[in-house]
């Protein structure tokens, strides 16, 4: 008789989730805005370059999507979060077709939507916001204004909590999530716009990112620019984080000297196009490649990324 009644109670907490849409942590997921040590702030470097895409693409406040993200997810550290990249706790109502998992929410098992990574958590979240109504007055806000944001989500229904909006406020002065409103991210491949500085008719010296680079013809070896330019052959295999073998190609981008170890400001992060990797945006902006990998330890080296990963450079 007992087993038949928690079934029952779990069966009726279920069906009462589908009309709440986010998360309220409870349990041994709760959490508070008490700044905590480096979880918070290694999210917020991990996941501030998406937060800004999302607000160029979408018009929500990087700092808004930042701070409920921290709130909801724990600093991607809940149990739904781990379990299914869910970072703001959206429940799977009918009209979401993607995968699902169970999780507690209020002492009641509910079904929250499931994604295969976070980016596409953050996607969904700006979604969802943008195609429901009872949000559409947040876009008439100024980005700048996360307070009216904050308290707007409450009003429109976002959360059961009555402090939501004061503890997504807490948080965004706290960590200054607010200087990310007025971010933008670097969509332009022509980053190097190279000035010329030393004109040739085999190899032209250009300066970009306070380096100085050729650019390889057809038929170049490394003993041929070598050669010409009076930088060692271990030297430029070296400075552009090649190996011996390498074949090099025509329109191969390559330093005469080293490179730095992060990008130049204001270059925070680059969103990638087709076909490029790390190493081909090392060379981009002038980063050695092995910084640039401990900086985005979530890629490889020389792997194609996909079109609109995000590439931190600082």
Request: hydrophobic fraction near 30%.
């Amino acid at each position: 008789m007992r087993k038949l009644f928690i079934l029952l109670l779990l069966a009726t907490g279920l069906a009462s989730c589908t009309t709440t849409t986010t998360l309220t942590a409870t349990g041994s997921d709760k959490w508070s805005t008490t700044k905590g040590g480096d979880a918070y702030e290694q999210y917020i470097q991990l996941y501030y370059p998406i937060a800004v895409e999302q607000m160029e693409r979408y018009n929500i406040p990087a700092s808004i999507t930042l701070a409920q993200g921290l709130l909801e997810s724990g600093a991607g550290n809940s149990t739904l979060t781990r379990k299914s990249n869910n970072h703001f706790g959206i429940k799977a109502d009918n009209s979401w077709s993607g995968r699902k998992v169970s999780s507690m929410d209020n002492g009641r098992m509910c079904k929250f939507r499931a994604y295969d990574s976070p980016r596409e958590s953050f996607e969904d979240h700006s979604k969802f916001l943008v195609s429901r109504e009872r949000y559409a007055s947040l876009f008439r806000l100024k980005k700048s204004d996360y307070e009216g944001w904050a308290k707007g989500l409450k009003k429109a229904g976002y959360a059961e909590d009555s402090a939501y909006p004061s503890k997504l406020i807490s948080l965004i002065e706290r960590y200054q999530l607010y200087k990310f409103d007025s971010y933008k991210t670097q969509k332009s491949t022509d980053i190097l716009h190279g000035n010329l500085v030393q004109s040739s008719d085999a190899h032209p010296v250009y300066r970009s990112n306070e380096l100085l680079y050729i650019i390889a013809n057809t038929g170049d070896t490394f003993k041929s620019l070598a050669k010409e330019t009076g930088v060692s052959r271990r030297k430029l295999i070296k400075y552009n984080d090649l190996y011996k073998s390498y074949q090099l190609k025509a329109g191969d981008i390559i330093y005469l000297e080293k490179k730095h170890n992060k990008a130049l400001k204001p270059h925070e992060f680059h969103t990638t196009a087709d076909g490029e990797s790390l190493y081909t945006i090392a060379q981009m902006y002038g980063i050695k490649l092995d910084k640039l990998l401990n900086m985005n330890p979530q890629f490889k080296s020389y792997a194609t990324l996909k079109v609109g990963d995000i590439v931190r450079l600082r």
